[in-house]
């Protein structure tokens, strides 16, 4: 690894133990102590944020992507706005868990504590690195950014800007570091920082995160693709079902928990389809369908990477199924375990496909866009884990944290008869 | 990957979709026909048994590693008890782990469900493999066992005779699988079988788990390696210190909460080491310290390696430590965030001490021994996890699981100015 890379990564790990231990109240005001700063170093955020929006329109990036990277200085007060909401929220690190007096008088507590280091590697809007170090430091963490490379100006600016105005504060500055370097070879090192690194959360399309978690000896969570249905069962009301595969499709069709796949019962197919069809192409949408599907006029008929396809943009793919158990198969084989939506009057059928999709979250009656951090209640999302180990779902802070057993006795000894007490107990 | 392989991973993973929604009644009767069936067969399996034996007797195996392995008709009988424990043990699958009622009307919970299919990579006795595949089957998984090769005969009567005892119940009896052949390509197979394995656990040595870390893209949980440590503070009570000391190294020194490392304050060294050594002596402990210790008679001398070592045999390292603060940066360095023990009367040395060891558990004035899903009270352990994602120390059923949301509204949709619900609800 080098040198460079060892240093941010040693400093973040020394600041971590540091700040591990750190009650509530010196965390919250290090990171008011950063919102008030990014607020005042508005203007030089912005500065830096123009040589980024310069380079990216030297290379003919699109103007919608531009707009993504663009910061501007009420953009800058929203960042730091979204800071003091962290602080705000309450701290998870110090929750005990579970705890009980064992029958031999040991007494035993499990507490949540920092994780440690968490390495984020993400693609996407600078305001990334500020929330990401805001959550992880709320969460006891340090945290090591590795932004995308074309908000390399902004992001470095803003952790120096971080940095210093931790200085101030009983949180160490080294808690919030950027990994050096903008090249290919310096994602590889953080993947290869086993020891360094608690965990990796990769934040970006399907090809980033699949990188990292094939080459990545860092413990990963995965986050965020979403290819999630809408089953539109037999015993749907349509016109409710038609209003839920609308607004999980086209509300904001760019998010993970948009809808890219509805599947209808073959039973309510003939009535459901054609107005499904004539609201989705009011909504501007292209309809990818099985062969059932396009049968009707205006959709394109479906390959079968469209059903895998996380698309993201106003397309959706669609297919007629023969029965509920045909619908989970179909979800179980092609989704991406996010969020998937029954629309059913049916108590049974809900229950049933409640029990055996297996995703991150499944939505009865509602649109599968409220499976988000903010809707459940967090105050705030790191990601959505479409994993199933340590954190499934929106995480918030509490999945920012690991545990620890603590034990405490008065010379408490194990024997193959069981628990013994010494004898030496003097005055304590 | 073979066709072999793919085939037992296909049927894990379509017994695992089977299982995962059955409730605790039919788990349970599943449990008890294994049990029955292993006690019913032990004469079978002693004789399968007797083929890895004699080919270890060939292979010039030590005779505690040969008494590791062999079964009788008495350790049948006690392998058949477990499961019937586990099968009395509550079922994690289906808690509500938190829930409420969003202000938007939707409801919200988070249950327990498996994990799916876990793969569980062992060395050692025989009884793993029908522990493992219980604690498996009650959380709902299935399971892929890759077992010691010098089991290989023992495993495949076990697994058969299991997988038999499965067909007359509703748990399919796929969901017990051992995985083919005996080479290190089976090992590579399981590691590689992202998306067909949810999980896989290492159970051995530092090599087998560094190696399935380093290689594996499913996900994994690192368990038991032990490089435990007890401190001796400045305010100990040292007859206490000695105590647990001698208990935490001596009473059962091949196991991983075993201590294999003591620290003990300068202030107190003087009077403690003379002590400590007599008594380790005693218990037939070679002691290799460090400079301070070793200038005491009958020491001998430690290399660095010493400090980074999981002896399971009766050696123990040991270094005098300035202050709590380098016995917790001691601690940092060799450890291996298993379990790390305090000896101390201060109130204050303790909370410290707590705060700043970063490991899967800390005992005050307790053996480390005590670091154990038995002690613990789980009823049952899988392993202990040395990790600090997902499941951090002993490990019992809940840690076999992961969660999912579900919410349920009446056409709720997510729009920019908040939930709408839809206009179209039918009759329910």
Same mark, same amino acid.
């Given at each position: ?274 107005? %499904?069809? +004539?609201?989705? =192409?009011?909504?501007?949408? !292209?309809?990818? $369908?099985?062969?059932?599907?396009? *049968?009707?006029? &205006? ?61 991150? %979250?499944? +939505?009865?009656? =509602?649109?599968?866009?409220? !499976?988000?951090? $903010?809707?459940?209640?967090?105050? *705030?999302?790191? &990601? ?45």
């Amino acid at each position: 690894m080098s040198e460079e890379f060892l240093k941010v990564a040693h400093a973040a790990r020394e600041a971590a133990a540091e700040l591990a231990p750190l009650p509530r109240a010196p965390k919250d005001r290090a990171l008011r102590a950063i919102a008030d700063a990014l607020a005042a170093q508005a203007a030089q955020i912005v500065e830096a944020n123009a040589k980024d929006v310069e380079r990216a329109r030297e290379q003919g990036t699109s103007e919608a992507m531009i707009d993504r990277l663009r910061l501007d200085v009420k953009r800058v007060e929203a960042i730091a706005e979204a800071v003091r909401q962290v602080a705000d929220l309450p701290d998870p690190v110090g929750e005990v868990l579970r705890g009980s007096t064992l029958p031999n008088g040991l007494e035993l507590r499990q507490l949540r504590v920092p994780l440690g280091v968490i390495g984020i590697i993400y693609e996407g809007r600078p305001n990334v690195t500020v929330d990401a170090a805001a959550l992880c430091l709320k969460s006891g963490n340090a945290v090591l950014l590795r932004g995308s490379s074309s908000a390399y100006d902004s992001n470095t600016e803003l952790v120096r800007i971080m940095q210093e105005a931790l200085e101030g504060t009983e949180v160490p500055s080294g808690a919030v570091q950027l990994v050096p370097g903008q090249t290919r070879e310096s994602v590889k090192e953080l993947m290869r920082a086993r020891g360094l690194v608690d965990v990796l959360i990769p934040r970006g399309g399907a090809s980033l995160i699949n990188s990292v978690v094939e080459e990545s000896t860092v413990p990963v969570i995965e986050t965020g693709v979403g290819n999630c249905h809408v089953y539109v069962d037999a015993e749907a009301d349509l016109d409710l079902a038609l209003d839920i595969l609308v607004n999980s499709k086209a509300q904001r069709p760019s998010v993970c928990n948009a809808a890219e796949t509805f599947l209808v019962h073959a039973g309510v197919a003939a009535e459901f389809l054609p107005k %499904a069809l +004539a609201r989705l =192409a009011e909504e501007g949408v !292209t309809v990818h $369908g099985d062969e059932r599907v396009a *049968a009707h006029p &205006g959709v394109v008929a479906a390959t079968e990477d469209d059903f895998y396809a996380e698309y993201l943009s106003l397309d959706i793919a669609a297919a007629v199924v023969d029965s509920l158990e045909d619908a989970v198969a179909h979800i179980r084989k092609y989704g991406s375990g996010h969020t998937d939506a029954i629309v059913t009057r049916s108590q049974r059928a809900a229950r049933r496909f409640v029990a055996l999709v297996d995703s991150a %979250a499944v +939505a009865v009656n =509602a649109s599968t866009r409220f !499976t988000d951090g $903010g809707e459940f209640g967090f105050g *705030a999302e790191i &990601g959505i884990s479409t994993q199933k180990l340590h954190a499934r779902g929106p995480m918030g802070l509490p999945e920012l944290t690991s545990t620890k057993w603590i034990y405490t006795g008065e010379g408490h000894l194990r024997t193959s008869e069981g628990t013994v007490i010494s004898a030496c107990q003097g005055g304590n």
